[in-house]
């Protein structure tokens, strides 16, 4: 396969004058990845009679730019008041909600939409120019390959709740037992539901989402009259367009940093499944281990949220190669996507590249110029979105819990769902209390019903051999980049300790 | 001579918790797969093993601790800080309400009661007339952004119906 350079080019002119359609995706977009419980899925779902109704190659257009610009839009509550719009951003209020906590929200706004564009924009790029081959990643990922990814996934829990990696682990392995909650694939036994019907079908992701991060910090917020401190609330007084500025010179001056986390992105993006979820985690992970100040990760610093941020934006094309070259989508968008161009008859595969080349490369052109546009907003917006931080607790505890309560019951639309919502808030309140991560508990909800499906698809192939899991070469490299993953933070930590002695 | 420096003790009673919680689940969903094709157990007692290896190497941890004097059983990182507890369980009795309330009041009417008094229980009584503008000004936003704008299946009550009618 060969780089069609004049195709793209034509592809590139011909997308931006459907700017018409961009734009208003890009605004819904930020709005709805803002708000925990309306994920860019949730808002295509709300608006299929209308991407139904459209030519689908608008269609597509219009669900990829809101797609795009909600990923972004899912980092501004994260890092204001610790709330991620979406689960793709659970790793950015790690570092982000810390620096608006100190009054510095303009800045991290502005590095994390820096990031984001920065991000999203390469990786389109590139998906664009090697599609072809990073499609070959997916034929090479079995249930074996996947098991240890997403055992990749947990071990980052000990790692990211560094204080105490027993309490990160436990929280995890608690968030995968509750992720185990449902049905059985097979034969459907109930397990461990407590006879909720609501609950045969897993634990739904928006409740827990909105109760472990939402609910739970509007009862710990209100101990404090502000979210800021007060030497954060004079900072957010006095501070003016220079931070926003310096914002964005801090991001572009980490730009190295953008390119390797976003790619990073762009590969766990293309694994079906794994989602921006494991890409923000793995990427806050690995930037936490090579760093040279990992004491710092975690109270606001600059490099901690540039990963998750430049990740999750990385992953958004991803997911869009296995959709388009052999029909799996990458997540749950991408999902929908498939089945509006299904509607439309359009059938994915490596022919569409053949047949429709405008179709088959439209999405990430359109992700491309999405991402181009999406950088006038990035000023005004990381300028004036952080004054929500000076309102009273008074006022913001009780909104964030009757309006993303009320989220939670939107995906299903069962009464069921807030109260569950209520119970994970619980949970959530009490984890942040006695300090087990409750983003641990979270990634651990996300990866228990997929580790469960590969667990069970490579037992029922080897016939119940455990050894199956050391069974593939390429599952032995990755368990071997699992083991050097968990052992390199203590190997480094060693290391420093040991400079530091022989310096004093 | 300087005198040793009095360290403070851990207050395990809050940490606790959460493993125990997990353990009490691991073994409620231990009971429900007994039964179960092999299938249906083989992830789980998977998961369920290593979690409880981990909660018994915690206890463990916390048992010497406690031996040791390093720490006791107090709940003050959970409870902490204590003049906010009967606050916290009014707002919680609150939210319990909220959810219970708002299938039969419906999102805009539910929301703006429980908006107010929240606001009123966190405030201490103050701004009273402030509050009641506000909430209701958000209430009716979420009704206008989410429900028309948006075309958002929210909870439908009295107020809701009512609209659908005029509209």
Do not use: C
């Not at chain 1, 069609?4 to 590139?12: G, I, N, P, V, Y």
């Not at chain 1, 009862?219 to 900072?235: C, D, K, M, V």
């Not at chain 2, 190497?57 to 902490?80: E, P, Q, T």
């Amino acid at each position: 396969m060969e780089v069609q350079w004049s195709l793209f080019a034509e592809m590139f002119a011909h997308t931006f004058t459907l700017w018409w359609v961009i734009i208003p995706a890009i605004f819904l977009g930020l709005i709805v990845g803002a708000i925990p419980g309306f994920s860019a899925a949730n808002t295509i779902i709300i608006l299929l009679p209308m991407t139904l109704a459209m030519d689908p190659e608008v269609g597509l257009v219009f669900m990829v730019a809101l797609y795009a610009s909600s990923r972004m839009g899912a980092g501004i509550p994260a890092i204001l008041v610790n709330i991620p719009g979406t689960a793709g951003a659970a790793a950015t209020p790690l570092d982000g909600y810390p620096m608006t906590k100190a009054g510095r929200g303009q800045q991290a706004l502005a590095i994390s939409f820096v990031s984001s564009i920065a991000g999203g924009l390469l990786t389109t790029l590139l998906a664009l120019l090697a599609m072809p081959w990073l499609s070959q990643v997916a034929y090479y990922l079995h249930s074996v390959e996947m098991i240890v990814v997403m055992l990749f996934g947990i071990s980052l829990i000990a790692t990211i709740a560094a204080r105490d990696t027993l309490k990160g682990l436990i929280a995890g392995f608690f968030g995968l037992m509750i992720g185990s909650i449902g049905a059985d694939m097979v034969y459907a036994t109930p397990r461990g539901t407590f006879g909720f019907l609501e609950l045969y079908d897993k634990v739904p992701l928006i409740p827990a989402l909105v109760g472990l991060f939402a609910v739970s910090e509007a009862f710990a917020i209100i101990e404090r009259q502000s979210i800021l401190t007060e030497r954060g609330r004079n900072l957010m007084k006095d501070s003016g367009w220079s931070e926003t500025i310096e914002g964005v010179r801090i991001a572009l001056s980490k730009w190295w940093h953008i390119i390797w986390t976003s790619i990073l992105g762009l590969v766990i993006g293309v694994v079906p499944g794994a989602g921006a979820s494991i890409a923000s985690f793995v990427a806050y992970q690995q930037s936490k281990t090579f760093s040279k100040t990992p004491e710092l990760y975690g109270t606001g610093h600059v490099e901690g949220l540039i990963a998750p941020e430049s990740a999750n934006n990385g992953v958004t094309s991803g997911t869009l190669i296995p959709l388009l070259v052999i029909g799996i989508p990458g997540g749950a968008t991408a999902a929908i996507m498939l089945v509006v161009l299904q509607y439309h008859g359009v059938t994915m595969g490596p022919d569409l590249f053949m047949t429709d080349p405008n179709l088959a490369y439209g999405p990430f052109t359109a992700m491309a110029v999405t991402y181009a546009l999406m950088i006038f907003t990035i000023m005004p917006l990381a300028r004036y979105m952080p004054r929500i931080t000076v309102v009273s607790t008074t006022y913001m505890a009780p909104l964030i819990i009757s309006f993303t309560l009320v989220g939670a019951f939107v995906p299903r639309e069962y009464m069921f769902d807030m109260s569950l919502a209520l119970v994970f808030g619980v949970i959530g309140y009490i984890a942040r209390k006695t300090g087990y991560h409750v983003a641990a508990i979270l990634i651990g909800v996300i990866l228990g019903p997929l580790l469960e499906r590969y667990f069970l698809i490579a037992m029922q192939m080897s016939q119940g051999d455990i050894m199956v899991l050391f069974s593939s070469d390429l599952g032995n490299v990755l368990w071997a980049g699992l083991f050097f993953s968990i052992g390199l933070p203590y190997f480094m930590d060693y290391r420093r300790k040991r400079r530091k002695a022989a310096e004093e | 001579m300087n005198e040793p420096e009095k360290t403070e003790k851990k207050h395990l009673g809050g940490d606790l918790v959460i493993p125990v919680a997990a353990l009490a689940f691991t073994l409620y969903y231990f009971s429900t797969i007994i039964d179960s094709p092999w299938t249906a157990q083989v992830s789980a007692v998977f998961i369920g093993s290593i979690l409880i290896f981990l909660i018994l190497i915690f206890i463990v941890k916390s048992v010497v601790s406690l031996r040791r004097g390093d720490a006791d059983l107090g709940m003050d990182s959970l409870l902490n800080p204590r003049s906010f507890i009967l606050k916290r369980l009014a707002l919680l009795g609150l939210t319990l309400g909220y959810v219970f309330l708002v299938d039969y009041g419906g999102f805009t009417l539910t929301t703006f009661g429980f908006l107010t008094l929240a606001m009123l229980l966190l405030s201490g009584g103050r701004n009273k007339r402030f509050i009641l503008i506000l909430s209701g000004g958000l209430a009716l936003g979420g009704y206008l952004l989410f429900i028309l704008a948006f075309d958002t299946r929210f909870p439908d009550g009295p107020f809701e119906q009512l609209m659908e009618r005029i509209l």
